[in-house]
């Protein structure tokens, strides 16, 4: 199946739920997220590793006009794709190097349901098209907001100027 078909099929049962971002943010319940998006805990593990949940897990959904920011965790972070546009998660690894993940269901295309951000990477996410993402977010051990690191342009640029345009969409001046 190529691409074209692929969207016009995914487009054309969008069309008949007529879900769209508000639909989704009411429904949910999703309130800011602080690297932007939408976001609610939906899930957590009642076991502990000293005093960590075992694992947290969110809805998080982002609209085309935002990005999520580029951030680390003290966690690796599982994604998984649930509706609308495909969401393109940008990694740069420990080592600098920088890693584009797709993460969808049009699999021809090299997208894939899930995505594994590696605890220790600095990361963040956009659409590339119009519409939004809605995805859910598994972090083990559970997410606290103490491990939750945003960065700054400045201090992204300063360390890695090679990615001087994705630094520039994913943080804030």
Request: charged share 25%; with cysteine.
């Given at each position: 199946?190529?691409?074209?078909?692929?969207?016009?099929i995914?487009?054309t049962?969008?069309n008949?739920l007529?879900?769209?971002?508000?639909?989704?943010?009411?429904k949910?319940?999703l309130k800011k997220?602080?690297?932007?998006g939408?976001?609610?805990?939906?899930?957590?593990?009642?076991?502990?590793?000293g005093?960590?949940?075992l694992?947290?897990?969110?809805?998080?959904?982002?609209?085309?006009?935002?990005?999520?920011?580029?951030h680390?965790?003290?966690?690796?972070?599982?994604?998984?794709?649930?509706?609308?546009?495909?969401?393109?998660?940008y990694?740069?690894?420990?080592s600098?190097?920088?890693?584009?993940?797709?993460l969808?269901l049009?699999?021809?295309?090299?997208?894939?349901p899930?995505?594994l951000?590696?605890k220790?990477y600095?990361?963040?996410s956009?659409i590339?098209?119009?519409?939004?993402s809605?995805?859910?977010?598994m972090?083990s051990p559970?997410?606290?907001?103490?491990?939750f690191?945003?960065f700054t342009r400045?201090?992204?640029?300063?360390k890695y100027?090679?990615?001087k345009?994705?630094?520039?969409?994913?943080?804030?001046?």
């Amino acid at each position: 199946m190529d691409e074209n078909s692929f969207k016009k099929i995914i487009h054309t049962e969008k069309n008949k739920l007529k879900l769209d971002a508000k639909y989704f943010i009411e429904k949910l319940k999703l309130k800011k997220h602080p690297e932007g998006g939408y976001y609610k805990q939906s899930f957590s593990s009642q076991d502990t590793i000293g005093r960590k949940q075992l694992w947290t897990s969110i809805y998080f959904l982002l609209n085309s006009e935002e990005v999520s920011h580029f951030h680390r965790l003290k966690s690796d972070e599982l994604w998984y794709f649930h509706d609308g546009e495909t969401l393109t998660i940008y990694m740069i690894s420990p080592s600098g190097e920088l890693i584009e993940k797709k993460l969808g269901l049009n699999i021809e295309q090299g997208e894939a349901p899930q995505v594994l951000v590696p605890k220790g990477y600095i990361f963040g996410s956009a659409i590339n098209n119009e519409g939004f993402s809605l995805v859910g977010c598994m972090v083990s051990p559970g997410f606290q907001f103490n491990d939750f690191e945003l960065f700054t342009r400045k201090e992204l640029l300063e360390k890695y100027p090679y990615y001087k345009e994705i630094i520039k969409k994913l943080t804030v001046a």
